[in-house]
């Protein structure tokens, strides 16, 4: 896929940085919000697989390269600002989060109280070693 | 609804804020992705509207107020470090965006392209005046 316009559009902040939420390609399911720089941008429609920058790590992130969990474009969208981009995804293993949900999303507000929602798809502490 | 807990949970960045995703609850589209200070994410949970923080306008934004689009909390999420928030709302007018698209991530990339997807629910023009 050409995102050569996508790279053109988007809009980096001063940190040199544009928003990229991962959403389900099949489900429509949210997976996580990350951030790109214009180099992972432009590795991520090289490659196909969602390329983020590592904010805590401050480094290339291909998301998957550890759990194998990669996340493959299937479309891609920006926002009218074009400082948010939207990537439609399949998510190889099913799980998006580094704790081993499907989505990073995982705690939703019920009852005055933050509840988990679904199990863990895989064991974080088997993967992360 | 009580988001206490989420107001809790939230991480807010230097600037005292955090993203906020909206995702329309009847489809899973994902309408737009704004940012929320503690304040306004204060006043979201009190109030049931999403209310965003401009960086642009710098004040308190009550997504709908002008264009009467507003957005009601059906259910909130907060990602595994807290950074980012997702909100399932029910998006009257059946217009997020501020140009009358439906969702703000409404040029998709296709065959090397931006492309428009779908007609704009409003005229932008005859709204804000």
């Known amino acids: 896929m050409d995102l050569q316009p996508l790279l053109d559009a988007a809009t980096f902040n001063d940190d040199g940085l544009v928003a990229a939420i991962a959403q389900d390609d099949a489900t429509g399911d949210v997976l996580m919000l990350a951030y790109m720089n214009r180099e992972t941008l432009q590795q991520t429609l090289e490659t196909g697989v969602m390329t ?12 998957g390269e550890t759990s ?25 293993g099913g799980a998006a989060c580094h704790t081993g ?20 798809v895989f064991d974080a502490d088997s993967v992360y070693k």
């Open 68 to 92: 194998g969990n990669v996340q493959r474009v299937k479309s891609a969208y920006v926002d009218c600002d074009g400082d948010a981009l939207l990537f439609r995804i399949e998510q190889v």
């Open 52 to 63: 983020y920058w590592s904010r805590s790590r401050q480094k290339v992130w291909v998301k």
């Open 101 to 120: 949900h499907r989505s990073c999303f995982y705690r939703k507000v019920e009852d005055g109280e933050l509840e988990t929602v679904g199990e863990p």
